[in-house]
């Protein structure tokens, strides 16, 4: 597609090419960086796939969602199940997607309850036991004190390394009794994907290898 594109914007004619006056990437820029903002087909594919994958993981109760949990990961979080030979070519493509930027996650946190301390998406630490007897569910649940809505601060400065423990100890705990976690994109305010957004980084990210690897 993009060398279609890219025929119809030099003029190209059947047998015939035209002199390109510009590099392909440069035309491609965002046009606040004095591009055409003509956009690449690949990361937008992407960027647009990604948009599936945080529809599910954000409305866990809608019929896309209840579907796809029941074929392809029923015992599993969308975050945890990785894409199978013979999966639907759609799913593969919504879990294979590759850049860290469309699936990184933060955390909103409610009573902890639905997430397992091994959760993907979830902080990792090598200092983690999950045998030891103050893991009454192995989730974040343990880290919270419910009495007084906050953070085990001792626990899990003892649990995680120093950045980890100051990641955590900043995230929001919900007031709301019952409220269950969400992960939001990492990289919107208000934590709902945009495929815009999330296409303008790809460029980025892409540029800067291309870049290094010219390097």
Not at 68 to 92: D, L, M, N, V
Not at 118 to 143: A, C, E, G, I, Q
Not at 150 to 157: A, E, H, L, N
Not at 184 to 198: F, M
Request: glycine letters at 6%.
């Amino acid at each position: 597609m993009d060398s279609i594109v890219r025929a119809f914007w030099w003029g190209h004619e059947s047998g015939e090419r035209k002199l390109h006056m510009l590099n392909w990437d440069k035309i491609c820029h965002l046009r606040r960086y004095r591009g055409h903002g003509i956009k690449k087909f690949h990361p937008m594919n992407q960027a647009m796939l990604a948009k599936q994958y945080w529809r599910i993981n954000q409305n866990p109760k809608s019929l896309l969602a209840r579907t796809y949990k029941a074929k392809y990961h029923p015992s599993r979080s969308i975050q945890e199940q990785s894409a199978k030979p013979r999966h639907s070519w759609f799913w593969k493509n919504i879990r294979s997607h590759g850049s860290k930027v469309l699936r990184e996650g933060k955390w909103c946190v409610g009573d902890g309850i639905n997430s397992p301390l091994t959760h993907p998406n979830w902080f990792h630490s090598p200092n983690l036991d999950l045998n030891n007897l103050r893991f009454l569910t192995s989730t974040v649940r343990d880290l919270i004190d419910h009495n007084t809505k906050s953070w085990k601060v001792d626990m899990i400065r003892n649990i995680y390394p120093y950045q980890q423990a100051m990641e955590i100890l900043q995230l929001p705990i919900s007031t709301a009794g019952s409220a269950q976690e969400q992960v939001l994109w990492k990289y919107a305010k208000n934590g709902v994907y945009q495929v815009k957004l999330a296409y303008e980084l790809l460029l980025k990210e892409w540029e800067g290898t291309s870049h290094n690897a010219q390097d």
